[in-house]
Every structure is written in C-alpha cells, then in structure tokens.
Nanobody, 123 residues
Framework: QVQLVESGGGLVQAGGSLRLSCAAS????????MAWFRQAPGKEREFVAV???????YYADSVKGRFTISRDNAKNTVYLQMNSLKPEDTAVYYC?????????????????WGQGTQVTVSS
C-alpha cells in the first residue's frame, strides 16, 4: 500500500483558488492511479478527479473546467488545482491510490487513503 498525506486546504471566498497536494510514500507511487474524492457533512463521499499512472485524467461533471489534477512522479505527489471555487465545493477532500490501471470513480476501488483536508468556500 501507499501512505498518503494531504495538505493545502483552507478557507477561501467564492471565485477563489486553492491547490491541494497529496504526498505519497512508497516505491510504487508511479504505478498507482491517483484520485481525489470529497465528502460534505451528511453526504456520501463523491468522486472528484482521477489521474492514471500514464497521465490520463477524468473529472466529475461538477468540477470539469474548474479543477485540474496532475502528478509529479519524481516528487511522489499528486495535486488538485481548484479554480472558480463555489460554496458547494465545501467538503473534506481525500486523496486515494489504487494499483489498478484504468479510470475508477468508486471509493471501493481504492485501497489507500489520506486523512483528508478541509476546504471551505464562503459566499
């Protein structure tokens, strides 16, 4: 498994930007698909974005055009650049890893999770 630690969350006004980082430990980081999920109070954890080991990306419709996922295998880090933030983006954001190839959007497909970082967008 891969150990994951998120950072970069905080409080931002609507329309603002944040960049989340997820630092991974383990020699197999570059072989893992990496994803971001989020969970708002009282709601289920939902898929946000994924990047495969080969760099293919896919986004939830709710964030498409506003968020960008990227990875730096040399730094064992995956990023989520969030622009044009909305109050409905408020949630705890989690980084997740899977050794599987392909695009996966369900939490159960991921075996490694970070502790989460809070993102709050004020109106």
């Amino acid at each position: 498994q891969v150990q994951l630690v998120e950072s970069g969350g905080g409080l931002v006004q609507a329309g603002g930007s944040l960049r989340l980082s997820c630092a991974a430990s383990g020699r197999t980081f570059s072989d893992n698909g990496m994803a971001w999920f989020r969970q708002a109070p009282g709601k289920e954890r939902e898929f946000v974005a994924v990047i495969t080991w080969s760099g293919i990306t896919y986004y939830a419709d709710s964030v498409k055009g506003r968020f960008t996922i990227s990875r730096d295998n040399a730094k064992n880090t995956v990023y989520l650049q969030m622009n044009s933030l909305k109050p409905e983006d408020t949630a705890v954001y989690y980084c997740a890893a899977t050794p599987k190839g392909g695009i996966y959007m369900k939490p159960l497909e991921y075996g490694s999770w970070g502790q989460g970082t809070q993102v709050t967008v004020s109106s």
